[in-house]
């Protein structure tokens, strides 16, 4: 299996990208706009679809895919609402409160490493500096630091640094807890609830993508660090019940270490993807709509239904996807069973016996099916069938109408 690259043990920073490269992001992101920091939630959305050059590149260049989607005329409707984001707030504040008393004693309890954080042995260093560059080395510096101290650490909300496509990401986790054994443990603060110990599975399995990230950038940092050891169990402390108490819970994340690394692996480096690209594109939100377009498509793009929860520019892909007739907007696992069979009218053409390959296990099967819903609507008309017939000789009352291409596109799609 392929390396991941790691950070410099040393500072925390990924390998800087040339000076070519942060220009010609420079100019595909637009005259004078900033790059936007990729997030770990991004980062994670971006290891489930590896594939996407589109977003890859995106991300990787700091473009904003919330305002390029909003430009496109197909804007996004995700985001966390200002009440959950401030009721998110307010919980962290608390379990953070008093230098993290709360918060070291469940780890403590739940995952042990070494004797009861009492108030003199816990440390919450500092950790402000300017830029995200300078905040990573400070962070690097307090875990140094930390592996030299026989109490417990808090690093509220430190900086990390990783390696993506060859273009660093800045990433920001709740907090990270060095206990006095060594050990670093990744924590993550959710406003959902933990009823009777249990807690959403879908929404623990998102903190669970997104905290393996966070560990793949600490594992680089602690290269550099004698005895420290990165866990692969992070701490996800959630609210109790219906209160505002904290509780927690470990969560074994050993499989989307396994699955982050190896999506990570595979994605196209950002400067392959800027090679591949007309002259002159650039991706600027304040083109025309049409320029912009233009610009968009010009970078391939791999959508599924899964990206609709995942990705800000969604809505824009699958409109593309289905005026394409590519099966991708069928989901995944349909794409997969048909094979070389890329859109949906070389798929009914398949099934009707036009074209393709009679030795295609795809094509074979879908004639099977197509011959099969043949007999079966043959037998539902015949006289008996129990449709009975119009007046006339018609058409019988009930018979089912065959769907057309987009019709099965979306009746896919919403299974």
């Known amino acids: 299996m392929s390396e991941y690259p790691g950070n410099d043990p040393r500072t925390g920073a990924p390998p800087s990208a040339p000076a070519g490269l942060r220009r010609r992001l420079a100019e595909l992101r637009g005259p004078g706009t900033a790059p936007r920091p990729l997030d770990a939630r991004a980062l994670a ?62 780890t403590h309890a739940l995952l042990g490493g070494g004797p009861e954080p009492a108030p003199a042995s816990r440390h919450v260093p500092d950790l402000a500096a300017q830029g995200p560059e300078a905040r990573t080395r400070r962070t690097a510096e307090a875990l140094r630091e930390a592996a030299g101290r026989e109490g417990w650490t808090l690093l509220d909300h430190p900086m ?17 807890v060095v206990a006095p054994d060594g050990t670093w443990t990744v924590v993550e603060i959710k406003s959902f609830p933990m009823i009777d110990g249990a807690a959403d599975p879908a ?11 966070y560990v793949l950038a600490l594992e680089g940092l602690a290269k550099g660090v004698p005895a420290a050891r990165v866990r692969d169990r992070v701490l996800l402390v959630c609210p109790r019940d219906f209160s505002n108490l904290p509780t927690a819970a470990p969560v074994d994340i050993r499989k989307q270490l396994s699955v982050t690394r190896r999506q990570l692996a595979r994605l196209t480096r950002v400067a392959d993807l800027l090679a591949a690209l ?10 025309p709509a ?46 997969g069973e048909l094979g070389g069979l890329a859109t949906v009218g070389a798929v009914l053409a398949a099934a009707h016996g036009e074209a393709g390959d009679p030795a295609d296990p795809a094509v074979a099967a879908l004639r099977r099916a197509h011959r099969l819903r043949g007999e079966a609507l043959a037998r539902h008309e015949a006289p008996g069938g129990g449709t009975g017939a119009a007046a006339g000789g018609g058409a019988p009352v009930g018979a089912p109408r065959a769907r057309t291409a987009p019709e099965d596109a979306r009746a896919g799609e919403a299974a």
């Open 45 to 106: 959305a971006l290891a489930a679809n590896p594939g996407c050059d589109r977003r890859a590149l995106l991300d990787g260049a700091g473009i904003d895919k919330n305002a390029l989607a909003t430009a496109l005329g197909a804007p996004s409707d995700a985001g966390q609402s200002q009440f959950a984001f401030m009721r998110g707030n307010a919980f962290e504040a608390r379990v953070k409160a008093d230098g993290g008393a709360e918060l070291l004693r469940l």
């Open 160 to 176: 990390l640094a990783l390696d993506v496509a060859g273009s660093p990401a800045y990433l920001e986790p709740d907090a990270v």
């Open 203 to 213: 929404k623990v399995g998102a903190a669970a993508r997104q905290s393996a990230v």
């Open 278 to 287: 007309p002259e002159g594109t650039v991706l600027d939100p304040a083109l």
């Open 290 to 335: 049409e320029e912009l377009r233009a610009a968009v498509a010009a970078v391939p793009a791999t959508y599924a239904p899964e990206c609709l929860s995942a990705c800000e520019l969604a809505f824009h892909c699958r409109a593309s996807a289905r005026s394409g007739d590519e099966v991708t907007a069928l989901g995944r696992a349909v794409r």
